[in-house]
């Protein structure tokens, strides 16, 4: 297969990134036109940002690559990912966006009026962004060494480096309009070649697609359990996500943060169609990667492999473009969240300006962690992350919107027992102390299905001990979560 | 005839123009200032809300939760794939946008209610 | 002996009284310095410790919350066995033993509340553990007004108790009406606003009414909308909800201004509106943008032949949202803006800039003032920095 197409196409991706979130877009109106301060962005566009935003190497490559080696049960990742919108949906979406907090630190302050839990928080929406950056990193790593043949870590340093190169040389400027464009990029990127391979394989036959046990590479000896903790944490993990939390600032209100939210819905759950596609057909033609060699990369060898020839090339450098786009646009988005929340939080002085210095920290972390740490598949990676944010975010948020007795010694209690079990036994299974077969490892390596709970029962009983620290601006906070606009501003909009 | 006596006067006053009503204290005004009137006003919206939120939540739910379990007793790939691949997605975004409209009309009923109410 | 050995006896005698003496002085007297202190000094320390710890929440007023975060300080000053605060209605907190005596502190202390002059009564009760037997109140006050009371108990009768508690209590007051000049303060700044309101106006009023005027007859459709604009555009100035709005609204406003000056100046000014879409929803204080936009009009226009040009841009930038208001108009001498940030300039030009950084600074803290670069003749730039979330603004 020829690289040099899938070379120029992850060059013109990585340019087009520095370029446009460096320097950004302008948009001038002189006063001849009409007035721009009147608009907002609608619904439609800024889902169509959020989900350029949100689908990461994890949706790009990791989903399909598991398929292949296990199966279709691995498609509760991509069904979880879109879930976990609802769950937002329903239960924080409006209040979220109507509570006027740009990151999850300014929600907990707001709500409980304390700085600790703000500090605590903070910390662990670092550690929750970091978990999710490793696996972009790696993933781009293992893209470029597909096709070049290059070291490991260097499509990791690549990335980092231009995610740091793209934020000093602009600052922190979110565009939607690029990550519009981002998502129709990786929805092109992954819809052209899955049809030209969905034709080839007619061409061939349809031979079919078996999965077989004997065929499945052993991935959990209770998998079961496993699965179920997969579910806990996609969809309960979603919402406290940091670069998700974040987009809901951009809502000009909360009625239309609900409209969004069901735009990303239906647009990421498009987009997850196509995975599968490429995991079935990577058994069929791929088969070596089943059970040695990254299965990540099966997207990326298909177009290659099935078609062949100038289309496959071409097609192979599409896919390998959109997958770059994947890894950049959600690299940038939580590398300036989580520079974001370093900056207001943990860096002591204020006076200077430090989110330069912040985002260099924000980076070089997951970037030390994804070349220390051995690899281990994207989209489990990925869901350690969604996990963590499980077991300490969901509490926090869905309490603190909807129960009038949340305290702060509470949702530290929370966040500490609960996102802090999580996060150890991440560590541990990384760490690679506990292996599998047997019940320490499923439980350490999914950890959702027993951390979700007790985060929520710390947070519940400690609150109901301490009644006297109930925060005096609570019943203020939950009307203004609750209350519809029109009955806030007094005026029809 | 001389004997007639005096006509009477009476005393006549204008009618009294600055009548000071009672103040008409307006539901939203409760809210804004948090009175005990207004709390129970914003809970009530709040279980709505909630109801509808967990109504959605309980299905995703229910359905989801059993489906591992299905798919366990079915052992059949082709099951999953057709439902985990395609089938789910639709659903979702249903349910979603069901969920969408009842909020949105819970909250044009309780605007209404508060602005459509006399003073109690 | 001879008598050169009584001199020798003597002498010694002399000496030895004389050394015993001064040793003796010098020991007897109180160590005067130490390098590491003396008691008296440690306890000195102690005391202004303790009371500096017991002052930041009384800043705050004198409530319920602040009583109870300062009254275990303020008990370890006097170092009684309890300790009340009261406010004129009832009792604010209770610290150290007995609080069932709380029940009857009101009626003790009406007299204090009324006449102002510290009391002191028997405070017995049946229990026999019980050690309050004594007690003195003394009042709170601030500007002549009693606002509570402070009650130390103690096992006996003491008049040094009466003279500390007096004592306490006056510094208790320096606190609260230190907290009665923050609330003044506050008042100021809200008076200003309503004045720079007022400001707004008249003055854009008048010219504005007779910039439509002039269209009524050329060109009614313009003059109609001109019209409408005007209304909405003064319905946003005077309206009363909140001290918060959010940047949507204030570049509306801001827009429907500048279309009202264009009305009047044609093509003289042109202006260039950026905004990034992002920050729209971003809440600031009430008008603090339209000064600095009247202010580079103002500038960009006196004294100008040929046109000038203003630029307003609002960008996304992470946490924050950045504002800059740029002018090429005559600009101002940077010292004498640095006297008008101050609040040593005086008249009228710059109140707008000062006021907004004043609030700017109250609502956000230090960092966040106005930031303004300009010379003589250099036209002027203004960079405002929001911060996307701040505890409290809520734009409505």
């Given at each position: 297969?020829?690289?040099?197409?899938?070379?120029?196409?992850?060059?013109?991706?990585?340019?087009?990134?520095?370029?446009?979130?460096?320097?950004?877009?302008?948009?001038?109106?002189?006063?001849?036109?009409?007035?721009?301060?009147?608009?907002?962005?609608?619904?439609?566009?800024?889902?169509?940002?959020?989900?350029?935003?949100?689908?990461?190497?994890?949706?790009?490559?990791?989903?399909?690559?598991?398929?292949?080696?296990?199966?279709?049960?691995?498609?509760?990742?991509?069904?979880?990912?879109?879930?976990?919108?609802?769950?937002?949906?329903?239960?924080?979406?409006?209040?979220?966006?109507?509570?006027?907090?740009?990151?999850?630190?300014?929600?907990?302050?707001?709500?409980?009026?304390?700085?600790?839990?703000?500090?605590?928080?903070?910390?662990?929406?670092?550690?929750?962004?970091?978990?999710?950056?490793?696996?972009?990193?790696?993933?781009?790593?293992?893209?470029?060494?597909?096709?070049?043949?290059?070291?490991?870590?260097?499509?990791?340093?690549?990335?980092?480096?231009?995610?740091?190169?793209?934020?000093?040389?602009?600052?922190?400027?979110?565009?939607?309009?690029?990550?519009?464009?981002?998502?129709?990029?990786?929805?092109?990127?992954?819809?052209?070649?899955?049809?030209?391979?969905?034709?080839?394989?007619?061409?061939?036959?349809?031979?079919?697609?078996?999965?077989?046990?004997?065929?499945?590479?052993?991935?959990?000896?209770?998998?079961?359990?496993?699965?179920?903790?997969?579910?806990?944490?996609?969809?309960?993990?979603?919402?406290?996500?940091?670069?998700?939390?974040?987009?809901?600032?951009?809502?000009?209100?909360?009625?239309?943060?609900?409209?969004?939210?069901?735009?990303?819905?239906?647009?990421?759950?498009?987009?997850?169609?196509?995975?599968?596609?490429?995991?079935?057909?990577?058994?069929?033609?791929?088969?070596?990667?089943?059970?040695?060699?990254?299965?990540?990369?099966?997207?990326?060898?298909?177009?290659?492999?099935?078609?062949?020839?100038?289309?496959?090339?071409?097609?192979?450098?599409?896919?390998?473009?959109?997958?770059?786009?994947?890894?950049?646009?959600?690299?940038?988005?939580?590398?300036?969240?989580?520079?974001?929340?370093?900056?207001?939080?943990?860096?002591?002085?204020?006076?200077?300006?430090?989110?330069?210095?912040?985002?260099?920290?924000?980076?070089?972390?997951?970037?030390?962690?994804?070349?220390?740490?051995?690899?281990?598949?994207?989209?489990?990676?990925?869901?350690?992350?969604?996990?963590?944010?499980?077991?300490?975010?969901?509490?926090?948020?869905?309490?603190?919107?909807?129960?009038?007795?949340?305290?702060?010694?509470?949702?530290?209690?929370?966040?500490?027992?609960?996102?802090?079990?999580?996060?150890?036994?991440?560590?541990?299974?990384?760490?690679?102390?506990?292996?599998?077969?047997?019940?320490?490892?499923?439980?350490?390596?999914?950890?959702?299905?027993?951390?979700?709970?007790?985060?929520?029962?710390?947070?519940?009983?400690?609150?109901?001990?301490?009644?006297?620290?109930?925060?005096?601006?609570?019943?203020?906070?939950?009307?203004?979560?609750?209350?519809?606009?029109?009955?806030?501003?007094?005026?029809?909009? | 005839?001389?004997?007639?006596?005096?006509?009477?006067?009476?005393?006549?006053?204008?009618?009294?123009?600055?009548?000071?009503?009672?103040?008409?204290?307006?539901?939203?005004?409760?809210?804004?200032?948090?009175?005990?009137?207004?709390?129970?006003?914003?809970?009530?919206?709040?279980?709505?809300?909630?109801?509808?939120?967990?109504?959605?939540?309980?299905?995703?739910?229910?359905?989801?939760?059993?489906?591992?379990?299905?798919?366990?007793?079915?052992?059949?790939?082709?099951?999953?794939?057709?439902?985990?691949?395609?089938?789910?997605?639709?659903?979702?975004?249903?349910?979603?946008?069901?969920?969408?409209?009842?909020?949105?009309?819970?909250?044009?009923?309780?605007?209404?209610?508060?602005?459509?109410?006399?003073?109690? | 002996?001879?008598?050169?050995?009584?001199?020798?006896?003597?002498?010694?005698?002399?000496?030895?009284?004389?050394?015993?003496?001064?040793?003796?002085?010098?020991?007897?007297?109180?160590?005067?310095?130490?390098?590491v202190g003396t008691p008296v000094e440690h306890a000195t320390f102690e005391t202004l410790h303790t009371a500096s710890l017991a002052?930041?929440?009384?800043?705050?007023?004198?409530?319920?919350?602040?009583?109870?975060?300062?009254?275990?300080r303020l008990r370890s000053l006097l170092g009684?066995?309890?300790?009340?605060?009261?406010?004129?209605?009832?009792?604010?907190?209770?610290?150290?033993?007995?609080?069932?005596?709380?029940?009857?502190?009101?009626?003790?202390?009406?007299?204090?509340?009324?006449?102002?002059?510290?009391?002191?009564?028997?405070?017995?009760?049946?229990?026999?553990?019980?050690?309050?037997?004594?007690?003195?109140?003394?009042?709170?006050?601030?500007?002549?007004?009693?606002?509570?009371?402070?009650?130390?108990?103690?096992?006996?009768?003491?008049?040094?108790?009466?003279?500390a508690?007096?004592?306490?209590?006056?510094?208790?007051?320096?606190?609260?009406?230190?907290?009665?000049?923050?609330?003044?303060?506050?008042?100021?700044?809200?008076?200003?606003?309503?004045?720079?309101?007022?400001?707004?106006?008249?003055?854009?009023?008048?010219?504005?009414?007779?910039?439509?005027?002039?269209?009524?007859?050329?060109?009614?459709?313009?003059?109609?909308?001109?019209?409408?604009?005007?209304?909405?555009?003064?319905?946003?100035?005077?309206?009363?909800?909140?001290?918060?709005?959010?940047?949507?609204?204030?570049?509306?406003?801001?827009?429907?201004?500048?279309?009202?000056?264009?009305?009047?100046?044609?093509?003289?000014?042109?202006?260039?509106?950026?905004?990034?879409?992002?920050?729209?929803?971003?809440?600031?204080?009430?008008?603090?943008?339209?000064?600095?936009?009247?202010?580079?009009?103002?500038?960009?226009?006196?004294?100008?032949?040929?046109?000038?040009?203003?630029?307003?841009?609002?960008?996304?930038?992470?946490?924050?949202?950045?504002?800059?208001?740029?002018?090429?108009?005559?600009?101002?001498?940077?010292?004498?803006?640095?006297?008008?940030?101050?609040?040593?300039?005086?008249?009228?030009?710059?109140?707008?800039?000062?006021?907004?950084?004043?609030?700017?600074?109250?609502?956000?803290?230090?960092?966040?003032?106005?930031?303004?670069?300009?010379?003589?003749?250099?036209?002027?730039?203004?960079?405002?920095?929001?911060?996307?979330?701040?505890?409290?603004?809520?734009?409505?």
């Open positions: 297969m020829s690289r040099t197409y899938a070379v120029a196409a992850v060059a013109v991706v990585v340019l087009a990134t520095v370029l446009v979130g460096g320097f950004g877009l302008r948009i001038s109106r002189t006063t001849s036109d009409f007035y721009v301060a009147s608009r907002t962005v609608r619904p439609r566009l800024n889902a169509a940002a959020i989900s350029g935003e949100y689908l990461s190497a994890a949706s790009f490559l990791g989903i399909a690559g598991l398929v292949l080696v296990h199966g279709p049960d691995m498609l509760w990742y991509p069904v979880g990912y879109t879930a976990g919108y609802l769950v937002l949906l329903v239960f924080v979406a409006a209040p979220l966006r109507r509570s006027g907090a740009y990151t999850l630190p300014d929600f907990a302050e707001g709500r409980l009026e304390s700085r600790q839990v703000r500090r605590l928080v903070s910390v662990l929406v670092v550690g929750a962004g970091w978990l999710y950056l490793v696996p972009q990193l790696q993933g781009a790593g293992l893209t470029l060494k597909i096709l070049t043949g290059a070291p490991g870590w260097l499509g990791d340093v690549l990335v980092a480096s231009v995610v740091v190169l793209a934020v000093a040389a602009g600052g922190m400027r979110s565009i939607t309009f690029v990550q519009v464009f981002q998502y129709w990029l990786k929805l092109t990127a992954l819809l052209v070649p899955a049809i030209f391979l969905v034709l080839a394989w007619r061409g061939d036959g349809q031979p079919r697609v078996t999965f077989d046990a004997h065929l499945s590479a052993f991935r959990a000896d209770h998998p079961l359990y496993a699965t179920y903790g997969l579910i806990v944490a996609t969809f309960l993990g979603t919402m406290g996500l940091p670069h998700v939390v974040v987009r809901f600032y951009t809502s000009p209100n909360g009625r239309d943060a609900r409209r969004t939210t069901v735009a990303v819905l239906a647009l990421i759950g498009v987009f997850y169609l196509l995975p599968p596609v490429y995991g079935a057909l990577g058994r069929l033609y791929a088969p070596e990667l089943i059970h040695g060699g990254d299965a990540d990369a099966a997207v990326l060898l298909l177009p290659g492999r099935v078609i062949g020839g100038l289309g496959g090339d071409l097609l192979g450098a599409l896919v390998a473009g959109g997958a770059f786009a994947a890894f950049l646009s959600t690299a940038s988005g939580l590398t300036m969240a989580v520079a974001g929340v370093i900056t207001q939080d943990v860096l002591p002085s204020r006076g200077v300006r430090h989110f330069r210095l912040a985002t260099v920290l924000a980076i070089s972390v997951p970037l030390a962690g994804s070349l220390m740490v051995s690899r281990v598949p994207v989209a489990d990676s990925v869901g350690m992350a969604f996990a963590v944010s499980a077991s300490s975010f969901c509490p926090l948020l869905v309490l603190g919107i909807w129960w009038r007795r949340l305290t702060p010694p509470g949702a530290v209690a929370g966040l500490l027992l609960g996102g802090g079990s999580a996060l150890l036994s991440v560590a541990i299974t990384v760490s690679g102390a506990v292996r599998p077969p047997g019940w320490p490892h499923a439980l350490l390596a999914w950890p959702a299905v027993w951390s979700v709970p007790v985060g929520f029962l710390a947070m519940i009983l400690v609150s109901l001990a301490t009644p006297r620290r109930i925060p005096p601006g609570t019943n203020a906070a939950m009307t203004r979560f609750h209350l519809p606009e029109a009955l806030t501003t007094g005026r029809q909009r | 005839m001389s004997a007639e006596p005096t006509p009477r006067r009476e005393v006549v006053t204008g009618e009294p123009r600055r009548v000071r009503p009672l103040p008409r204290y307006r539901t939203q005004s409760e809210i804004d200032e948090q009175t005990a009137l207004g709390g129970a006003y914003v809970r009530s919206l709040m279980r709505g809300q909630l109801r509808a939120g967990l109504t959605a939540f309980a299905v995703l739910a229910a359905v989801v939760g059993t489906l591992p379990l299905v798919f366990e007793a079915l052992h059949s790939s082709a099951v999953v794939w057709a439902v985990l691949g395609f089938a789910a997605y639709p659903p979702l975004t249903l349910l979603a946008w069901w969920y969408v409209r009842r909020a949105e009309r819970n909250e044009s009923d309780f605007a209404r209610l508060v602005e459509g109410r006399p003073a109690p | 002996m001879t008598g050169a050995g009584y001199a020798v006896i003597v002498v010694l005698a002399l000496l030895l009284f004389g050394g015993g003496l001064l040793l003796g002085r010098r020991t007897a007297r109180p160590l005067r310095t130490s390098d002052a930041p929440p009384l800043r705050a007023g004198l409530t319920g919350d602040s009583a109870r975060r300062s009254a275990r009684t066995d309890a300790l009340c605060l009261t406010d004129r209605d009832g009792v604010l907190v209770w610290d150290g033993e007995g609080d069932h005596h709380g029940r009857h502190v009101m009626e003790q202390v009406a007299g204090v509340l009324e006449t102002g002059r510290d009391t002191a009564f028997r405070s017995d009760c049946d229990d026999l553990d019980c050690p309050l037997k004594w007690a003195v109140a003394v009042p709170l006050t601030v500007d002549h007004r009693v606002l509570g009371t402070l009650v130390a108990y103690a096992p006996r009768e003491s008049a040094v108790l009466a003279r508690a007096g004592e306490v209590a006056r510094w208790v007051c320096v606190q609260l009406e230190l907290a009665e000049l923050d609330r003044s303060r506050t008042q100021l700044i809200e008076a200003e606003i309503r004045a720079l309101r007022a400001q707004i106006s008249p003055h854009f009023i008048f010219n504005s009414l007779a910039a439509i005027a002039s269209f009524v007859r050329t060109d009614p459709e313009q003059a109609r909308e001109l019209l409408l604009e005007f209304a909405d555009f003064t319905r946003y100035s005077f309206r009363s909800h909140g001290d918060f709005t959010t940047l949507a609204d204030e570049l509306h406003s801001i827009d429907q201004y500048l279309a009202l000056v264009r009305a009047r100046f044609g093509e003289r000014l042109s202006v260039t509106l950026q905004v990034a879409p992002e920050v729209l929803p971003v809440a600031l204080p009430f008008l603090c943008l339209q000064p600095l936009v009247e202010n580079a009009v103002k500038h960009g226009l006196e004294g100008a032949v040929t046109s000038s040009r203003i630029t307003i841009s609002a960008l996304d930038a992470g946490s924050e949202a950045e504002v800059v208001i740029e002018d090429d108009g005559t600009g101002m001498d940077p010292q004498r803006l640095r006297h008008i940030l101050r609040g040593e300039g005086g008249g009228s030009t710059g109140i707008g800039l000062l006021n907004v950084d004043e609030r700017l600074r109250q609502v956000y803290g230090d960092d966040y003032g106005l930031v303004i670069e300009t010379g003589i003749g250099a036209g002027m730039r203004i960079t405002v920095r929001l911060p996307k979330y701040r505890a409290g603004v809520h734009g409505s």
